[in-house]
T-cell receptor, first 113, second 116 residues
């Protein structure tokens, strides 16, 4: 059974700092991995999706990497801003057209002024 | 293009009551699913559907029913609400067979349900 772990559970950084969020998964036979952002009381917004054949994806100040063989992904946020404060979730999808997402419990990020 | 919409946003039920959470998407996605989110447990899959007329169970299906009569709609029914069903419920959709960024899964804003 796939298990997804995110460390740390919470993180507080000053504005402008670069930071890395970690995601690990137990079964490396994944189809893709997706990073989401969740603001308090809101739904999930997709940030980046990495296919199993890819090593990284970038969008603006965000860069996500994937090392499938070691079961790890990182989300790098450059020059953090207070607006980046949210919970970040990673989710992996196994192979198969009807396969579900398995989620980690998230990292709650606070960027302070 | 509204994406994935859910109603209601909030609901309070008494134990034993039934209700339906509505979910609709306008992206012509074949795959739709329902998750519940509980503190410290991550999101867990309740039911999913790969197309109109086809549904299947996820990890935590007990106490819930679904149907898929159209591509757009995927309602979740609570048959007899229990306090253990207090949670935030999210509906999601994606293409069934795609590739690249078309594999992205989109989520609705959620329904916060309290069962007393």
């Amino acid at each position: 059974k796939q298990e997804v772990t995110q460390i740390p559970a919470a993180l507080s950084v000053p504005e402008g700092e670069n930071l890395v969020l970690n995601c690990s998964f137990t079964d490396s036979a994944i189809y893709n991995l997706q990073w989401f952002r969740q603001d308090p009381g809101k739904g999930l917004t997709s940030l980046l999706l990495i296919q199993s054949s890819q090593r990284e994806q970038t969008s603006g100040r965000l860069n996500a990497s994937l090392d499938k063989s070691s079961g790890r992904s990182t989300l790098y946020i450059a020059a953090s801003q207070p607006g980046d404060s949210a919970t970040y979730l990673c989710a992996v999808r196994q192979d198969g057209t009807a396969s579900k997402l398995t989620f980690g419990t998230g990292t709650r990020l606070q960027v302070t002024l | 293009n509204a994406g994935v919409t859910q109603t209601p946003k909030f609901q309070v039920l008494k134990t034993g009551q039934s209700m339906t959470l509505q979910c609709a998407q306008d992206m012509n996605h074949e795959y739709m699913s329902w998750y519940r989110q509980d503190p410290g447990m991550g999101l867990r899959l309740i039911h999913y559907s790969v197309g109109a007329g086809i549904t299947d169970q996820g990890e935590v299906p007990n106490g819930y029913n679904v149907s898929r009569s159209t591509t757009e709609d995927f309602p979740l029914r609570l048959l007899s609400a229990a306090p253990s069903q207090t949670s935030v419920y999210f509906c999601a959709s994606r293409r069934l067979r795609a590739g690249g960024r078309s594999d992205t899964q989109y989520f609705g804003p959620g329904t916060r349900l309290t069962v007393l």
